[in-house]
C-alpha cells in the first residue's frame, strides 16, 4: 500500500453550457444521461474527443447540458453523495457551477477507467489500466479524498470492475487477482477505504463483471457470476457478517447490473436472452421474479430515490430513450429523448 500526494487542478473550460435554466421546486426529481445531440455532434455521445451530459426533468424537460472536449467514457459515470459533482474517469465536473476538474495525482501514466463517489462523503474509489499492461484486467485501485492530502492504492490486487462502496463509505467491493497469481483466482473482495487492507468474499470459476451492489442496510451484497450449469450468468446475495453466498435466480437468461431498492425489499436488474433484454424485478423475501419492461436492448438503469419507479435507457441500439417505469403498476413511459444506450442513467434530487 503506497500512498500519494493527491492535487485538483481547475482545467480550462473547453466548451461548457446551460441550455436551460426551467425553474425546478426545491426536491424536483430530475434525470442526468448521456445524450446524442444534434448539429454538429449529430449522433455523438462521447468519444476521444468529446463527451456531453444532460439534466432533464422527469417530464423530458431539458434543464442542462455540460459539454468538454476532453476524454470520458460513456459507460461509467457517477455522482457524488450530494449530486454536487459528476465524474467521468478522470474529469469531474461540478453540476451547480459548471466548472471542470481534472483529478490529478503524483500516480503517472496509465488511463482511468472505473470511478464511484463514497455515498457520506466526497472521496472516490477510482481505477487504472496501466501503462503496458497486458490484458483488460491490469486495472490498479486508489482512494481519493477531494478535501485531503493523499492517495490510497491498492498494489497487489489487479482491479476488474466498478467498485461498490458500502452504505458507511468504510469499504468497497469489487471484482480482482493478486498480481502474482495462477490463472482462476478471481474473487470478490472487500477493501478497506482508509488503509486498503483486503480480504476474499467470494471465488469465481472464471474472470467475469460481478456488477457488485452493496443493500441500503449493510448486510448483504447481490453479484452476477456463472454458476448455473448452462454457464449463464445468474444473481448471487452473500451475507455480509456470515459471509455465506446463495444463488437467488435459476439459469436460462443472462442477470446482469442487479441494484437494491432503497428500502431493502427488491433488486431490479438487467436480463438478456440474446433477442431481447428486459428489466426484472425480484422480491427479496419470496424470490419471486416479474418483469417491468422489455426492449431490444437496454444499457442502464437506476431507482428513483423514494423507490416508486425506475428509469432505464433502452430501444434500439441505434435509437435508445430514456424511460421511466413505475414499480407497482409497471405502466412504462419515454421520454422522447435520444440516449447512449451504454451511459448510465442517474437520479439526482438538488
Known sequence: MKKYSLSIFLSTIICVFTLSNAAQNDGDLQILYLPILEGERQGIACSIEYCAARVISTDGQVLETYETDMLS???????????????????????????????????????????????????????????????????????????????????????????????????????????????????????????????????????????????????????????????????????????????????????????????????AFYQTNGDAASIQLLDVDTRETVELANKPAIGSLSWSPDGSQIAFVGGEVEQSDVCIVTVDTREERCLGVQAHWLSNILWLKR
Not at 461509467?76 to 481534472?102: K, R, V
Not at 478497506?192 to 476474499?200: F, I, L
Open 73 to 267: 467514457d460513456p459507460t461509467n459515470i457517477d455522482t457524488s453523495y450530494d449530486d454536487t459533482y459528476l465524474i467521468s474517469g478522470s474529469l469531474i465536473i461540478n453540476l451547480e457551477t459548471g466548472w471542470f476538474f481534472d483529478l490529478e495525482t503524483a500516480q503517472t501514466g496509465g488511463q482511468h477507467a472505473w470511478a464511484t463517489w463514497s455515498p457520506v462523503e466526497n472521496r472516490i474509489a477510482y481505477t487504472i489500466f496501466l501503462d503496458g499492461a497486458s490484458n483488460t484486467l491490469e486495472h490498479q485501485l486508489f482512494f481519493a479524498d477531494l478535501q485531503g492530502d493523499t492517495v490510497v492504492s491498492v498494489d497487489d490486487l489487479y482491479i476488474f470492475g466498478n467498485p461498490s462502496w458500502s452504505p458507511d463509505g468504510e469499504s468497497v467491493v469489487v471484482g480482482a487477482v493478486p498480481t502474482d497469481a495462477e490463472e482462476n483466482q478471481f474473487s470478490l473482495y472487500m477493501i478497506d477505504a482508509h488503509d486498503g487492507s483486503y480480504q476474499p468474499l467470494y471465488e469465481f470459476d472464471e474472470q467475469t463483471l460481478p456488477y457488485a451492489d452493496w443493500s441500503p442496510d449493510g448486510e448483504a451484497v447481490v453479484f452476477s457470476s456463472a454458476v448455473a450449469q448452462d454457464e449463464t450468468n445468474q444473481l448471487l446475495l452473500l451475507d455480509v457478517g456470515s459471509g455465506d453466498t446463495m444463488p437467488i435466480t435459476i439459469g436460462g437468461e443472462q442477470k446482469w447490473m442487479a441494484q437494491w431498492s432503497p428500502d431493502d425489499t427488491s433488486i
